[in-house]
């Protein structure tokens, strides 16, 4: 059973990436709704750990609601954190040149 608190963090996170995802594109990528992503990630997190707390404990290594519910949050904003690391991967070079310095010269 260890190797389910190994994976809670991860699980998490990938439910709430999904979740926020779907969430986005259903809004169109409104403007004023990816303001909130960071937040809603956090706040999903947060109710997916008290969830986990609650209904499945031997998937998360919480002592307690609190910590339960913090290790959920961190885990949904671990979620935006790798979407921003996939999106910066991905991104395209739009002609500009690293002059040596770490100063973007377009």
């Known amino acids: 059973m260890d190797y389910l608190q190994i994976i809670s963090v991860p699980a998490i996170a990938t439910i709430v990436y999904w ?8 809004t169109k990528n ?3 709704f990816k303001r909130f992503i960071p937040l809603l990630s ?3 997190g947060a109710v997916l750990g008290l969830i986990c707390f609650y209904g499945v ?11 339960a ?7 949904g904003l671990s979620a935006t954190g790798c979407n921003q690391v996939i999106k910066q991967f991905t991104k395209e070079s739009k ?6 310095t770490g100063n973007t010269k377009v």
């Open 30 to 32: 409104n403007e004023t």
């Open 95 to 100: 002609g500009d040149k690293d002059d040596g």
């Open 19 to 26: 979740v926020v995802n779907l969430i986005k594109y259903a």
């Open 57 to 67: 404990p031997d998937i998360i290594a919480a002592p307690n609601v609190l910590v």
């Open 42 to 44: 956090a706040g999903l």
């Open 69 to 75: 519910v913090l290790s959920g949050g961190a885990s």
